[in-house]
């Protein structure tokens, strides 16, 4: 063998060997959203760049927060990464529940992270963790439906215009649902919409003092708004439906327009899954004019709990998972549409991006969204979709649950909004804020 080769030969070997000595197994849960099952496939890139591997536990949304947060609390160890979000990152932090993500290599550039991710996946300016991708949320709308209807969609459309065109476009000899809506059970499913659309209302969760809003007439008319129009143009059984079922019926040419996460964008418009896909545009999620969208801000994000012992494995995952380079992996195997997006500005400044369709709405939907001043009336809490505060998950996840059954016909808007009032007060008192 030549000398050369033998050299590089014998150093192939060392690096072999000092990656399998050093090679752990983490165990990473996750949310089964489309862009985590699409980095799932993806992980053999990273286990051939670490020798670490990875098993993965991957949850319908409500059942995750449910596992990561009962693990962390219980301090369980069950994982090396959890998916969390904007919600939990910051008061996991707090409570140091968390490991800090502030040694990242230079390579990373933490800095082009988007400052409205890092803002809210931080607490005291610490990066807690990372984001996957980034989300806002906007109006996709069938444009051949559209234009069949004789109507345009705006680029800033009010809820009466939406109403206006679900109106007109369903069709239900044809299966056509005008507007399909999150209506699910749970904080972050349905309680997510619903907040937003309140916030455009006027309504908040509460007011400076902490007390619960659901009995003033903001919040009666957002719900009353929501059902009556779900109720005459959504699909039926919408009281179950959330981000996985809206977006099946979206791509099936089920619904004229479907308001949701920014991130769908790639799936709807992807041939090999949407049969809609040459048809879709997008607005800025509606208003009612009183200066608040009813858009939300949100990051899916890798964290690591404190504890584990996993620490520095993880955190190479957390490197990769989040990288330029794996954009740049995914741009090259899938296309640029479909590459995580909302995390990094350098997305945004990239050209063959900017020709992505959604690119600039999801850019906009994003950058119009205020965590710190949420709501038409001032309000003592951070967060737009949620309220920054520990109580706040199984508060609204109860509230979300008396606004499901509204939608199924269970009990009336007057009785739900009687009911979240009460437990709302009730749950704040008891844990000392009023």
């Given amino acids: 063998m030549h000398l050369k080769n033998a050299l590089r030969a014998a150093t192939a070997l060392t690096l072999i060997s000092s990656v399998g000595a050093s090679a752990e197994t983490i165990t990473i849960a996750t949310v089964n959203n489309g862009d985590m099952i699409r980095m799932q496939g993806y992980t053999d890139d990273f286990t051939a760049k670490t020798g670490h591997t990875v098993e993965w536990v991957t949850l319908e949304e409500n059942v995750l927060r449910q596992r990561v947060t009962t693990d962390i609390t219980t301090k369980g160890g069950q994982f090396d990464i959890m998916t969390i979000g904007m919600y939990e990152t910051p008061i996991w932090g707090a409570n140091g529940w968390l490991v800090p993500l502030d040694d990242l290599s230079a390579e990373y550039d933490v800095d082009d992270i988007l400052p409205a991710m890092r803002g809210g996946l931080s607490h005291d300016g610490t990066l807690y963790a990372a984001p996957f991708y980034g989300e806002s949320s906007m109006v996709m709308y069938r444009t051949d439906l559209m234009e069949a209807a004789g109507l345009e969609m705006p680029e800033a459309p009010t809820w009466a215009f939406i109403r206006e065109a679900a109106a007109a476009m369903t069709d239900r000899e044809n299966d056509i649902n005008g507007i399909c809506l999150r209506g699910k059970a749970g904080w ?172 600039k709405m999801t850019l906009d939907s994003i950058n119009a969204a205020d965590p710190t001043n949420p709501t038409v009336d001032p309000v003592p809490y951070v ?33 739900a909004l009687e009911k979240a009032q009460a437990l709302t007060n009730d749950a704040m008192e008891a844990a000392g804020y009023r």
Avoid: H
């Fill in 188 to 359: 972050g499913e349905g309680g997510a919409f619903i907040t937003v659309t309140a916030n455009s209302f006027g309504a908040r969760w509460f007011d400076e003092d902490w007390n619960a809003q659901f009995d003033q007439p903001q919040w009666k008319e957002a719900l009353t708004f929501f059902v009556d129009m779900m109720n005459a143009y959504g699909p039926p059984g919408y009281a179950t439906n959330g981000f996985n079922e809206n977006l099946s019926l979206f791509q099936q040419g089920k619904c004229g327009m479907w308001i949701d996460a920014t991130v769908a964008a790639s799936f709807v418009t992807n041939p090999n899954d949407s049969t809609v896909a040459d048809s879709v545009g997008f607005a800025l999620a509606p208003d009612t004019g009183l200066g608040k969208r009813s858009n939300w801000l949100w990051a899916w994000a890798l964290a690591i709990p404190a504890g584990t012992q996993k620490e520095a494995a993880a955190k190479e995952f957390i490197e990769w998972a989040t990288s330029k380079d794996y954009i740049e992996l995914v741009a090259k195997n899938e296309g640029w549409a479909n590459v995580p997006p909302g995390a990094r500005t350098s997305l945004y400044e990239t050209p063959e991006y900017q020709e992505v369709p959604f690119a």
């Fill in 383 to 415: 967060g737009i979709q949620f309220v920054a505060i520990p109580e706040f998950a199984g508060i609204a996840t109860e509230v979300s649950q008396e606004f499901s059954a509204v939608y199924a016909g269970q009990q009336t808007v007057e009785e």
